[in-house]
């Protein structure tokens, strides 16, 4: 005999076991514009874990941008797009951005975690077959779940096994092939193969998919993003507004005519989901007008990465390499970790801890993120306090 409260209770035991093993997640309160300087509850911090690579999310221009756009446009669209949910300012970003993006087309969503979501099921069948890298997003694990293609993984960055997977694939009988994988592996700031990718998806016929979020804007020239840093090109690309690109929020996929042609009649997210306000689209239609003139900010972004990567180093923090803006402390178990958050949070430095599940066993980190806006001054500082905050806690030796 079951009952609703024995259905509360055992959620309770769940939420105690994760706050046991010190898996808790725990939320904090902003009152100001997100930026590299935020306040908390009355405090000022230095912010060092947002996604906000060029430093975009409180800039004016699109603040400016959103307003106009509220003022001409309205609020909101109370549609989905395909029934009176579409104006032409949706058009112009799509538009804008498969232009950027070197694309045919390109189509909108409430959120990257939608686009990918969205994406495989209406391209691919049961005959088809779906080889993912084993460290991509949850959204496109999700994404490739609601699909009935036959699915593959390989371990990360594995090009060895990649060819393995595609060899059984097609051993298999697969119609097509799609290889999807992050641009870059958002734990470790690792970047993706992609010349080794594409080469093997040449060799085997298959269709890649990049998902560019922790890249377009900044990586590559003009911010293109990985593809265009390795010089190589993908067939289907997907990303967020919600990170380089003004940190709002929209997500988008973007590719040869068919595939977002056949994705606007049938990519359920798209279909069954409100079209973005217009005070965001216009946001990011200008949010690419300063992106791909911003050689500035993305010169910044990768000094203050190589300035913070070296300091911290030099403390004696063991990180993973890399040249990416993502710039992860290791520091073994969770508890460890949070000890850590706190004691920089006591020194008014804002970080967050990433533990199992979201990382495995005994690799718990601090995600430390960069951003243009970042001053030599701020990262002075906060490397004093990682200094400081590392002896309280005998986070190194
Ligand atoms: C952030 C992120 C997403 C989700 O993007 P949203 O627009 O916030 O839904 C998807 N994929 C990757 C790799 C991401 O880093």
């Given at each position: ?13 769940t ?11 725990r939320e ?8 590299a ?36 446009r ?13 104006q032409?300012l ?21 959120a990257?975690?939608?686009?990918n ?8 069948t ?16 999700d ?8 699915r ?42 992609l ?11 298959a269709?890649t998919?990049v998902?560019?979020c ?40 973007a ?19 409100n079209?973005?306000?217009?005070a ?14 911003a ?38 178990e ?6 850590f ?11 967050s ?13 601090i ?14 500082m ?16």
């Amino acid at each position: 005999m079951t009952d609703r409260s024995t259905f509360l209770d055992h959620l309770r035991e769940t939420l105690s076991g994760i706050e046991a093993e010190g898996l808790m997640k725990r939320e904090r309160l902003i009152t100001s514009a997100q930026g590299a300087h935020v306040t908390v509850a009355g405090r000022p911090m230095l912010n060092l874990c947002a996604n906000n690579y060029l430093g975009l999310a409180d800039d004016p221009r699109l603040i400016a941008a959103a307003k106009a756009a509220m003022d001409g446009r309205g609020y909101g669209m109370a549609s989905v797009r395909f029934i009176c949910g579409t104006q032409d300012l949706h058009r112009q970003l799509e538009e804008r951005i498969a232009d950027y993006l070197g694309m045919d087309d390109a189509i909108l969503f409430a959120a990257c975690f939608d686009a990918n979501g969205g994406l495989f099921e209406p391209l691919l069948t049961e005959q088809d077959a779906i080889i993912s890298d084993s460290l991509n997003h949850a959204s496109i694990i999700d994404g490739v779940r609601l699909c009935k293609a036959k699915r593959y993984r390989y371990a990360n960055n594995d090009m060895s096994d990649l060819e393995v997977q595609l060899l059984t694939a097609v051993g298999d009988g697969a119609r097509f092939i799609m290889i999807a994988t992050d641009g870059v592996f958002s734990m470790d700031g690792y970047l993706a193969n992609l010349p080794a990718i594409t080469a093997l998806a040449e060799k085997y016929g298959a269709i890649t998919m990049v998902d560019d979020c922790h890249a377009t804007g900044f990586m590559g020239p003009e911010g293109r993003g990985t593809p265009a840093l390795s010089g190589v090109k993908v067939d289907i690309l997907t990303g967020t507004l919600g990170k380089a690109l003004g940190g709002a929020l929209g997500g988008y996929i973007a590719g040869p005519r068919p595939v977002i042609d056949l994705l606007r009649q049938r990519a359920r997210p798209y279909l069954f989901s409100n079209a973005l306000p217009p005070a965001v689209v216009a946001a990011a239609l200008a949010a690419f007008d300063i992106v791909e003139a911003a050689d500035d900010l993305r010169a910044q972004l990768f000094h203050n990465a190589e300035y913070w990567r070296s300091g911290l180093e030099s403390i004696g923090f063991r990180l993973l390499p890399g040249m990416h803006p993502i710039i992860p402390v290791m520091l073994g178990e969770a508890p460890m970790a949070q000890a850590f958050a706190r004691a920089l949070d006591a020194r008014g430095v804002m970080v967050s801890a990433f533990f199992y599940p979201v990382v495995p066993r005994g690799a718990a980190r601090i995600r430390t993120q960069m951003n243009a806006k970042l001053t030599m001054d701020d990262l002075d500082m906060a490397l004093e306090a990682f200094e400081a905050a590392a002896k309280e806690v005998r986070a190194i030796r």
